[in-house]
């Protein structure tokens, strides 16, 4: 989130940035409140037309402005020309995790993630969640990656469809979801093969950190560990390859109900 001080010296919140084309043609196509859309000077080609065409439609203010300036704001980010000033990300409630899986008349199916801190990682899972039709990812409010200009970036749009719950402690919300119906799992060396899980049933799947795997405290509810059979040196993977992999099982075993 960029932010700035006021005169009297106080941190107050601005915009947040969306740059690239994919990523901002997928903002404007969601309801998020877009401010303003920033176009680099002398760019003339059919993407840039595009969204300038989208600007107008849509009403929303335009500025065209030097590259240095598109630099300055993404912290020399890849750009591609385009930046939009958005309101700041808003986090979703469990309420509407489980509202977003009745309205598709499916089982709720949620991703945890327990400390996940690298930006790209987080930005990758929501692009992954968002195509194997997950209904939520629940990140806790320290310690852990939020919703950057990064993560939207590298979500190349994901961020506005899949909603990501803040919560203050990982360990009582799953509680709360074994409350209401959802089996939980989480991700080990040593537990079942993913490829036995019963993907049919309401569940959560938790995803611990990219170096220390899923806290103690938080195992300690956990219905079961689950594995991803490997053979080679490296046995372990990066946490979004493993958590896109489990994704894609859940997917896979709920298309052959």
Known sequence: MTRRRDNEGRQSVMDDFVMGVH?????????HDINRMYLQKGLTDAKIQRLE?????QKIPLQWVPKQKLDQMTDHGNHQGVVL???????????DVFQLAAD??????????????????????????????VHGIIIPNRRAVGL?????????????YVPVVRVT?????????????IWVFGT?????????????LPIALVIGDEGKGISKGVSKHIDGMLTIPM?????SLNASVAAGLMMYEVFHKRLQK
Do not use: C
Request: aromatic share 6%; charged share 25%; no cysteine.
């Open 188 to 200: 080990a060396m040593n537990g079942q093969s993913f490829w036995e899980m019963d993907a049919t």
């Open 104 to 133: 598709r008349h499916e089982d709720p199916f949620i991703l945890i993630l327990d400390g996940i801190k690298d930006p790209h990682n987080l930005g990758s899972i929501l692009r992954t969640a968002d195509v194997t039709g």
């Open 23 to 31: 990523a901002s043609e997928e903002t404007l196509r969601s309801n």
């Open 85 to 95: 000033a958005v309101a700041p990300y808003r986090y979703q409630t469990l309420d």
């Open 231 to 235: 053979k080679g040196h490296m046995q």
């Open 148 to 160: 950057t200009t990064t993560v939207a970036k590298i979500s190349t749009g994901a961020i506005e």
């Open 169 to 181: 402690n990982i360990s009582q919300t799953i509680e709360t979801l074994k409350e209401r119906g």
């Open 53 to 57: 065409q989208a600007a107008k439609q």
